[in-house]
């Protein structure tokens, strides 16, 4: 056990935490506010319960504001180089892991597992081990560590060896690989993945069919891991089922221990996002972009960041195919795609928003008429004109090729207007939740989805509006709050 311990009795790790900093002209000091599940569940539990977030330094600015001691109450930020960071954040997490999870190689030529793969995940350890070392640290006797996605999937094994007297869990929130797919990482780094997970007493994941990817990547990794509990789709769904998870031999000890896999759908919030959708910066917003649609026509709206599993360029593909196989929709139809930035150090998400960019161009271009854009395209981000389009849609369109959850197919039925068709990915986590209502469509099939979406525009209003009721209900079962305490609670039960 570490000789000193802090005084945290929840602590939340990730790597990118809840304020940046930026340096302004005169050297000053300017702080931001994030937003998202993590940050609302987290408020969940009030200021008095003595929480700290671990996160990262990811700018310039953020590690300035280390270096000058300033900071916000709750948070601890990590000063870890600049050049280790890139590495692990860069070089491991979104082009190694990213990729394995959402299945996104081109095998032909990638990946490879080379001097400088190992170099870099040497800083990957690096990384973690400052996490699992802060945490340590920081945290009082028996306190609960919620340790967040990919980026630190060895901490809780580290963190273990340090503190045995914590409560650990890990959450991901993004897919987990089917056994087949992370068999292509090196044999060692997959155990090493595997074993720093397993030091948590606790998993979660966004639905099942990650949770179950997961177990068999555990028990392919190495011998001596063995499923405990009740599994299959009928005690999935049974919240009573008792605990169930994987049983190891675990740092040299005899017997087995076990970790707790269970499944947290993280949900919309619905308070937030009705109050905030009809503030004045909104309804601005929607004015603007009643104005760049144009009268009487009906919206596809689409909003992700530019990642390369969102699958944006097949859904202008699609849409393109739409006009093609019914004309009768030009002039009549406008898509609204709202792209924005994502991992720009990466040149393969540069070139991506490019392609994003170019694809819509040559839309316009060809199909275009004075009065009438087909695609409005924007990629700066602006949650405010976010939640206009969600609004204003008539369909949304949700096809990534794989995704954790997709909080935006559970946004949009909730803040929706007048209601909207949801033209869903079966390959979303969301669709687990909100498949019967939406329409369905196999992500690289563009005839599938352009089909679809003539599908979603042509759905009686009424039967439009009930489907969305329907959404909206599902999409608000697990408010971040609620997501949140789930967790904490699981994880202090033992
Ligand atoms: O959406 C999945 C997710 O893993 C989030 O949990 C996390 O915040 C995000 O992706 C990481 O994105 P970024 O690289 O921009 O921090």
């Known amino acids: 056990m570490a000789s000193t311990q802090g005084a945290a009795q929840v602590l939340v790790a990730s790597n990118r935490g809840p304020v940046s900093y930026g340096v302004r002209e005169d050297g000053s000091l300017a702080a931001r506010r994030g937003g998202g599940g993590l940050v609302s569940g987290l408020s969940a539990i009030g200021p008095e319960a003595g929480a700290l977030w671990v996160c990262s330094a990811l700018s310039d600015g953020d590690r300035e504001a280390v270096r000058r001691g300033v900071g916000e109450d709750g948070v601890r930020m990590l000063a870890v180089p600049a ?16 990729f394995v999870h959402h299945m996104l190689y081109q095998t032909p030529l990638e990946p490879v597992f080379d001097a400088e793969f190992r170099r870099q995940w040497a800083s990957y350890e690096t990384y973690n081990r400052a996490f699992a070392e802060a945490l340590a640290e920081e945290a009082a006797e028996g306190a609960a560590v919620l340790v967040q996605d990919y980026h630190l999937c060895l901490v809780p094994g580290m963190l273990r060896e340090k503190r045995p007297d914590l409560r650990i869990g890990h959450f991901s929130h993004t897919p987990w690989a089917p056994a087949e797919y992370f ?3 090196p044999d060692d780094i997959r155990s090493q993945l595997v074993r720093g997970m397993l030091g948590a007493d606790r998993l979660g994941f966004l639905t099942w069919r990650w949770a179950r990817a997961f177990m068999e990547c555990a028990q392919a990794a190495g011998p001596g891991v063995r499923r ?27 017997s087995a221990r076990r970790t707790v896999v269970d499944v947290h759908g993280l949900g919309a919030d619905p308070e937030f996002l009705r109050a905030r959708s009809h503030e004045a910066d909104v309804e601005e917003r929607m004015a603007a972009l009643r104005a760049e649609i144009g009268a009487g026509r009906r919206t596809i709206v689409r909003v992700d960041r530019t990642e390369l599993s969102k699958n944006i360029v097949r859904g202008l593909l699609a849409y393109r195919q739409l006009l093609d196989d019914h004309p009768d ?15 720009q150090d990466l040149a393969v998400y540069r070139d991506y928003t490019a392609e994003v960019r170019r694809l819509a161009e040559e839309i316009n271009s060809r199909y275009g008429t004075p009065g009438w854009t087909p695609v409005v395209l924007h990629v700066k981000d602006d949650f405010a004109r976010s939640l206009a389009a969600y609004r204003l849609a008539d369909v949304a369109l949700v096809n990534p090729i794989r995704d954790g959850m997709n909080l935006v197919a559970k946004e949009v039925p909730v803040v929706s207007d007048k209601g909207c068709a949801l033209v869903l990915s079966r390959e979303a986590g969301a669709y687990e939740e909100l498949g019967e209502d939406a329409l369905a469509v196999n992500p690289y099939d563009i005839g599938d989805t352009a089909d679809a979406l003539h599908r979603a525009l042509s759905l009686p209003a009424d039967e439009r509006a009930e489907r969305t009721k329907r959404l909206a209900a599902a999409a608000v079962a697990l408010p971040p709050g609620r997501w949140f305490l789930d967790q904490l609670d699981g994880l202090r039960a033992g």
Do not use: C, K, T
Request: charged share 20%; proline share 3%; no cysteine.
């Open 83 to 98: 050049d280790v960071h890139a590495d692990a954040y860069n070089g491991i997490a979104n082009s190694v892991l990213w």
């Open 183 to 185: 068999r292509m990482l």
């Open 228 to 254: 405990f509990g009740a599994f299959g789709a009928e005690a999935e769904a049974e919240a009573e089922a008792g605990p169930r998870g994987l049983e190891h031999a675990a740092g040299g000890q005899v």
């Open 329 to 343: 929709w030009r002039e009549r139809v406008v898509h609204v795609a709202f792209a924005y930035p994502s991992r």
